[in-house]
Nanobody, 128 residues
Framework: QVQLVESGGGSVQAGGSLRLSCVASGSISRSTCMGWFRQGQGKEREGVAT????????VYTESVKGRFTVSRDNSKNTLYLQMNSLKPEDSAMYSC?????????????????????WGQGTQVTVSS
């Protein structure tokens, strides 16, 4: 069993930065697919960034490329999402998720419903 606990959300002005954290407990293998997903009000859930627990490859959704960075500190069992140059359209509930396996990171980004574990989410609000 895996538990995921996010933190770091908040309210910022456009152009600001936030760093989200997701602490994982339980059985995380190197092949576990991990990712950040978000759901804005009245919108469908979308993938933001994905990464293998034991690897360095990453995949981002187009709208955050160059602004967001996903990283993992295995010594702390923590997944991060550094968000810079935030825009009002980035406002959403951000959730950390993990899948025991995934076809590819890009596939996992597009199929959040295949996650095995979810955190409770952390709200990000960006004002203009």
């Amino acid at each position: 069993q895996v538990q995921l606990v996010e933190s770091g959300g908040g309210s910022v002005q456009a152009g600001g930065s936030l760093r989200l954290s997701c602490v994982a407990s339980g059985s995380i293998s190197r092949s576990t697919c991990m990712g950040w997903f978000r759901q804005g009000q009245g919108k469908e859930r979308e993938g933001v960034a994905t990464v293998y627990a034991g690897g360095s490859s990453t995949v981002y959704t187009e709208s955050v490329k160059g602004r967001f960075t996903v990283s993992r500190d295995n010594s702390k069992n923590t997944l991060y999402l550094q968000m810079n140059s935030l825009k009002p359209e980035d406002s959403a509930m951000y959730s950390c998720a993990a899948a025991k396996s995934c076809a590819t990171l890009g596939w996992f980004l597009r199929h959040p419903q295949e996650s095995d574990y979810w955190g409770q989410g952390t709200q990000v609000t960006v004002s203009s």
